[in-house]
């Protein structure tokens, strides 16, 4: 396989380092703010936040005077895998999208070409200030596309999608089910803990797993301890197929009459959960993540994430694939969640600083990530977001809640410094250690091979 993306070494972990001047959203229990704050970071993690007294020789200096600081974004449900597939799945509901376009693709997907692909998203996820992915993975190429998110400096969760059953499947895309669990206990002992890479078992939906791939999943992640993600209550006309499939059950009753509930359970989208679902979830390692854009490009409706949250459900935010979104903006989820919510709920359900919470503190607590990530708190990770102000849609006056600015005028634009465990991966909107170069010229020609391979007419 290829390997040029990563231009430079990383830095040594044990720099310290200090942003000054900043106005900083800790986005910690109180929703404190402090301005003209100091963030001393040391050997990757978060030492001090307000004043610092004392500098350790050889401190490196970034002075954010007139910038805020926020924690690194965190996106729940992304696919890396289809990057290269957007604007291809146009004009379609969920299972007509996923059977003409998006498997057909994802099945003519080798080593290679997902290697780039993961690339491609990464870097454009780090210029929009992403830090944490929780990506779904695909068939074929998933340890190509593990390895690029493993060199892409993003922390994240990830493995491969698993598939075994269902209508309209292209060969290859489907593995039975031992051999699926296999390969992806495999590709586990092989990634978790590399890098920033924890490792997750990832049955795509209800309709492509048999039970004996779920009942397997389950007992995986019971031995292995990884999480399960998956998608599901994503659109009606899916749920109505799982009904029929499920002798009427639909995916939560599945879910908790199979012991897939018992395990660390991360659903994508969630749109269609509702009361019913609630009582079978409470107390359960449980949660959905929020896909706003994707929700409304294949039609699936708005998920009431307020009932969910007062539910106690956590719920994180995602970008879900660029072939149903069609960017890697967070700070676009971020927007739409709060928008959505006011249609749902009125103007003051929903504050702009809870929908900035879906993309790091509770995002965090969403990903079991809480104790590490999602808030500029002393001793969390060194992973921040630093945001200009000096576009004129950031101009504003003093009284303006600064989470108000980020959540409704904000966007990738406004990015200009990424950290991840204090490596600075982003300096004034330029990756500093992939080669953007490398991967536009690489991808192109890995994409151009996929989409011929699929054999898909455009
Ligand atoms: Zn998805």
Redesign the pocket.
């Known amino acids: 396989m290829s390997n040029a993306s990563r231009s430079t070494e990383r830095p040594n972990s044990t720099s310290s380092l200090l942003l000054y001047g900043g106005t900083v959203l800790t986005m910690d229990g109180g929703f404190r703010v402090i301005r003209d704050a100091e963030v001393l970071i040391q050997r990757g993690r978060i030492a001090s936040v307000g004043k610092t007294l004392t500098l350790m020789p050889g401190t490196r200096l970034v002075d954010v005077t007139g910038h805020l600081v926020i924690p690194g974004l965190i996106q729940g ?3 890396l895998g289809q990057t290269f597939f957007r604007g291809l799945g146009e004009g379609r509901l969920l299972l007509p999208w996923l059977k003409e376009r998006i498997w057909p693709l994802e099945a003519a997907h080798d080593d290679e070409s997902a290697y780039w692909c993961a690339l491609q998203g990464a870097a454009e996820a780090l210029l929009a200030g992403t830090t944490t992915i929780q990506d ?1 993975g695909i068939g074929p190429g998933a340890r190509g596309l593990l390895r690029g998110i493993e060199e892409s400096g993003l922390r994240a969760i990830a493995g491969k999608c698993l598939m075994d059953v269902g209508e309209d499947l292209p060969e290859g895309l489907a593995q039975d089910a031992d051999q699926a669990l296999a390969g992806t206990e495999a590709l586990g002992s092989d990634f978790d803990g590399k890098a920033r890479l924890q490792y997750s078992i990832n049955p795509r939906f209800i309709l492509s797993c048999s039970d004996a791939l779920w009942s397997g999943a389950r007992d995986l992640s019971d031995q292995r301890g990884w999480p399960i993600h998956t ?1 599901a209550l ?1 659109q009606k006309e899916e749920t109505e197929v799982v009904r029929q499939l499920k002798n009427g059950r639909d995916e939560i009753e599945y879910f908790d009459e199979n012991g897939i509930l018992d395990t660390d359970l991360r659903i ?2 969630g749109v269609w959960l509702d009361d019913p679902h609630y009582s079978r979830v409470s107390g359960k390692s449980f949660s959905v993540v929020h ?1 706003p854009a ?1 929700n409304l490009k294949l039609g699936s409706g708005i998920a009431d994430i307020v009932r969910h949250r007062r539910a106690g459900v956590p719920v994180g935010l ?1 970008c ?2 660029v072939a ?1 979104n069609n960017g890697f903006d967070a700070f676009e989820e971020i927007r739409l969640a709060a928008l959505l919510q006011t249609v749902k709920h009125g103007p003051d359900v929903f504050s702009g600083r809870e929908a900035l919470s879906l993309a790091t503190s509770e995002g965090a607590r969403a990903l079991g990530l809480d104790h590490q990530v999602g808030s500029v708190e002393v001793g969390k990770r060194a992973d921040l977001v630093v945001l200009s102000l000096d576009r004129p849609e950031m101009w504003a006056a003093k009284t303006v809640d600064p989470h108000d600015l980020v959540c409704y005028s904000a966007s990738r634009a406004n990015v200009r410094h990424v950290f991840v465990d204090g490596e600075q991966l982003v300096e004034d909107g330029r990756l500093t250690q992939l080669n953007m170069e490398d991967i536009r010229r690489e991808a192109e020609i890995a994409r151009g091979q996929l989409v011929r391979r699929s054999g898909i007419e455009l």
Do not use: L
Request: charged letters at 15%; aromatic letters at 0%; proline letters at 0%.
């Open positions: 449900h992304v696919h779904i998608h994503e994508a989208h896909c994707a995602g879900d694939g149903c």
